[in-house]
C-alpha cells in the first residue's frame, strides 16, 4: 500500500511556486529521504502533507486520506518532528510528553503507558523528571521523535531530524529511527540536505527549486549514472586533457589535485589509460559512483555547494534564475 501519494501538487508563496508540480509514491514501512538544498520547498511539502499548508493545486493522500478533505484523519495517523524545537523547556521530559498524549486524546492510563514507552524506545528512561532546559541538543532531538511517536503514527514526518548534531548524536538520532522501522513497520518521511544520511534510505527523492529531480533506491540513483570516477595526475595534465580526447574520446575536466574523468567501468580502463597515454601517470584512484554524484548528475551542482548559496539565490528572487 502507498503511504504518501501526491499528484500534480503545487504550493505558492505569493506568485512565486516553492513546490511546482509535485509527484510522489512513497510506500508504506519505506524510510523516504527527501533531499535537497536551502530552499528546495522540502519544508513547504512537508506542511502540505502533513496539513499544516493547504496546497495551492494538485492533490495528496497520507495514510490513504486526502490532506485537503479529510486533514483530521491524516492528522489521526501521523507524527511530526519539526525542523525548530517545539519543546516546553520549563517542562520535564514527562510532561512534554503527557502535554502531547492529551493532545493525541488518550486516556490518562493509556497516556501514561504511552509515555511510559516512549521514553524506554528513545532511552530516556533515566532523564525523565529532568526539566528539558538541561537537555543537550542531541537529547531534545530524541524527545522530540519520542513526542512525534506518542499517537502510534503510521507515518512519521521529520523536517531535517539531524541539522545542528555532531557525528556522534547524528548516529544515535539513526540508530533510533532504523529501530523504528523494524520494530513498528512505520513509515518515516524525513527531509535533509545531507548525503549521508540518504544511505539509510530505501528511497530518496532530490528535490531541487521545486521540482522533483530524480526519485529511486540509492542503489538504483548510483546505477543511473553508471560511470566511476576516475581522478588522474599526470607529468603533464594539460596535455593529458588532449591526448585523453584524442586516443580515448573522454573529456577530463581539471581538479584542484589534477584531472577528473568519467568511464564506464574504471577497473579495466585505468590500465589501457596509463600505457596508452605515453605520459607519467603519478597517481590514479577510480571511485564508484556516489549520492553525491547522483545530486551533481541531476542538478549541476554539489550537494555542499549549495546550501547555504542556494538560500541567498532563492532570497534574491526566481526571476534571477
Ligand atoms: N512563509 C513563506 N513566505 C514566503 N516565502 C516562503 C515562505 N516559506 C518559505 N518560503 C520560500 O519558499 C521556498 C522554499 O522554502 P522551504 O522552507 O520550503 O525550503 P526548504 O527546502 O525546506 O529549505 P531549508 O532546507 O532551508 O529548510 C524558499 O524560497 C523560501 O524562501
Not at 512565486?16 to 511539502?45: H, I, M, Q, R, S
Not at 526519485?215 to 560511470?227: F, M
Amino acid at each position: 500500500m502507498t503511504a504518501i501519494r501526491a499528484e500534480g501538487l503545487y504550493a505558492y508563496y505569493g506568485t512565486t511556486p516553492a513546490v511546482n508540480g509535485l509527484d510522489l509514491n512513497v510506500p508504506e514501512g519505506a524510510t523516504f529521504g527527501f533531499l535537497g538544498p536551502n530552499g528546495a520547498g522540502k519544508t513547504t511539502t512537508i506542511s502540505m502533507l502533513t496539513t499544516l499548508l493547504r496546497p495551492t493545486a494538485g492533490h495528496a493522500e497520507v495514510a490513504g486520506f486526502d490532506v485537503t478533505t479529510h486533514a483530521a484523519e491524516v492528522r489521526r495517523r501521523i507524527g511530526i518532528v519539526f525542523q525548530e524545537s517545539t519543546l516546553d523547556l520549563e517542562l520535564t521530559a514527562t510532561e512534554n510528553l503527557r502535554f502531547q498524549a492529551d493532545l493525541c486524546g488518550l486516556g490518562r492510563a493509556e497516556a501514561r503507558a504511552a509515555v511510559a514507552a516512549m521514553l524506554d524506545m528513545m532511552e530516556l528512561t533515566g532523564r525523565d523528571r529532568t526539566p528539558v532546559r538541561h537537555f543537550s541538543t542531541g537529547l531534545r532531538r530524541r524527545l522530540e521523535i519520542a513526542r512525534g511517536l506518542l499517537g502510534s503514527p503510521r507515518v512519521l514526518f521529520l523536517d531535517e531530524p539531524t541539522t545542528g548534531l555532531d557525528t556522534q548524536t547524528r548516529a544515535a538520532v539513526w540508530h533510533h529511527l532504523d529501530r523504528l522501522r523494524e520494530e513498528q513497520g512505520i513509515t518515516v518521511f524525513f527531509t535533509t540536505h545531507q548525503l549521508e544520511e540518504a544511505e539509510h534510505c530505501d528511497r530518496i527523492a532530490i528535490f531541487d527549486r521545486g521540482k522533483l529531480v530524480t526519485e529511486g533506491s540509492p542503489a538504483e540513483l548510483k546505477s543511473v549514472i553508471g560511470a566511476d570516477v576516475v581522478d588522474l595526475r599526470t607529468e603533464d595534465d594539460r596535455l593529458a586533457v588532449d591526448l585523453l580526447s584524442d586516443r580515448f574520446g573522454l573529456t577530463a575536466e581539471s581538479t584542484p589535485g589534477g584531472l577528473r574523468l568519467r568511464v564506464q567501468d574504471g577497473a579495466s580502463m585505468v590500465p589501457r589509460l596509463c600505457t596508452g597515454l605515453g605520459l607519467t601517470v603519478r597517481s590514479v584512484t577510480v571511485t564508484p559512483p556516489s549520492l553525491d554524484d547522483v545530486y551533481l548528475h541531476h542538478t549541476g551542482t554539489a550537494i555542499r555547494d549549495s546550501g547555504s548559496g542556494a538560500r541567498s539565490l532563492d532570497s534574491l528572487g526566481e526571476g534571477l534564475r
